[in-house]
């Protein structure tokens, strides 16, 4: 019989949409002891200090606070510690998180999944990842491709965005006072162009019914990464020059996938004058003067970025290439003599666009032999 029985939400979105409202109106709903995670990237960890000054009934709460890291990342163990730790106290009846504004929720929610895996007698279980999306800000700088200088050292702001909307089983959004209806119907539809099933909650001032959280189906990792645009596209888009998958906001999505190299020279002339109908962009990719690294490589509205990852398999020293292929025979089905496994697949997600045009511009920045 399962033991679990305290249900845990994540709530995650950027930096300044919300999420300490929220969750202050949230504690001031929770009638049960409940504890609550505060995740800052800074030293001083600012939102469990707002949270302590609220007096919600603070005797009531168990403040864990985490700072000078990420708990999708650097502070991963210490917080699957954490929760390890309440889940031992049986007067804990929930467990709230709020995440850092720049982590990212499908690495908490993977942390969640190995740890209950590996649990059986746990009594936490993991009940929403909630993104808290701050409409104005999507309006003005995603959906109009404005204001592509506001960068941070944290990296591409955008793409970081677009990931927390697309991973979750609940959007809430919030500042929708500061749009006309129109302009929020624009965003909603926006949105639904990158993640068609979670369902959108309005509100001001992260003012919202706390049942609206608790009151769901219990959250699905492998559920939730389908209902992304990115992973759609590689489920279900043709693999031509021609077609490309439609859905019913009028975005469309294709994968495009080759085994030669880009030459990095040209591909980067692509990205300064990227189509402006290309919304998303996100696969992994190679390039030919690096035939060791692979190569991530994200776009969302005017951002674009590529980052170093891990090595290609065929790049590792012969003794260790033999013995992985010989303990994982699977590898060699999808092997090329040349290649190896590098390999560039690409999901492409707008509106607007003629595929064969795009593909004609990726094929334009291939590496020539010779």
Not at 222 to 250: F, I, P, T
Not at 272 to 291: M, Q, V
Request: proline share 2%; with cysteine; aromatic share 8%.
């Amino acid at each position: 019989m399962s033991t679990r029985e305290v249900p845990i939400v994540i709530i995650t979105g950027y930096l300044g949409s919300g999420k300490t409202t929220l969750m202050q109106n949230i504690l001031k709903q929770e009638e049960r002891k409940v504890a609550l995670i505060v995740n800052d990237m800074g030293s001083i960890n600012i939102d469990a200090s707002i949270l302590n000054k609220t007096g919600n009934r603070m005797a009531q709460i168990e403040m864990v606070e985490m700072q000078n890291g990420c708990i999708c990342c650097t502070l991963r163990d210490e917080f699957m510690t954490e929760i390890e730790r309440l889940s031992e106290d049986r007067s804990i009846e929930a467990i709230f998180v709020e995440a850092s504004g720049i982590s990212e929720p499908s690495s908490i929610a993977g942390a969640f999944l190995n740890y209950e895996e590996m649990t059986e007698d746990t009594r936490v279980y993991l009940k929403s990842v909630v993104s808290v999306v701050d409409v104005d800000r999507i309006y003005r700088e995603f959906l109009h491709n404005l204001n592509s200088d506001e960068e941070t050292e944290d990296g591409d702001v955008i793409n970081l965005i677009i990931d927390q909307i697309e991973f979750c089983n609940l959007m809430i959004l919030n500042k929708t006072d500061l749009l006309s209806k129109e302009q929020l119907m624009e965003v909603k539809e926006g949105l639904r162009g990158l993640q068609q099933e979670s369902e959108m909650i309005e509100c001001v001032n992260g003012n919202i019914d706390l049942e609206v959280i608790l009151n769901r189906k219990d959250f699905d990792y492998d559920e939730v990464e389908a209902y992304s645009a990115v992973q759609r596209a590689l489920n279900n888009c043709e693999h031509d020059d021609e077609k490309a998958c439609v859905d019913e906001y009028g975005i469309t999505s294709f994968v495009f996938e080759e085994r030669r190299p880009f030459n990095r020279e040209s591909f980067n002339k692509l990205i300064e004058d990227y189509p402006e109908a290309l919304i998303r962009t996100k696969g992994y990719i190679w390039f030919s003067d690096d035939w060791n690294h692979v190569q991530l490589f994200e776009q969302a509205g005017r951002n674009a970025s590529i980052t170093e990852m891990s090595e290609w398999i065929a790049a590792w020293p012969k003794e260790e290439l033999d013995r992985v292929i010989s303990d994982f025979p699977d590898i060699k089905d999808d092997w090329d003599d040349t290649f190896g496994d590098r390999f560039n697949q690409v999901v492409f997600i707008g509106k607007g666009y003629e595929k064969a045009e795009i593909v004609k511009l990726l094929y334009d920045c291939i590496e020539k032999a010779g």
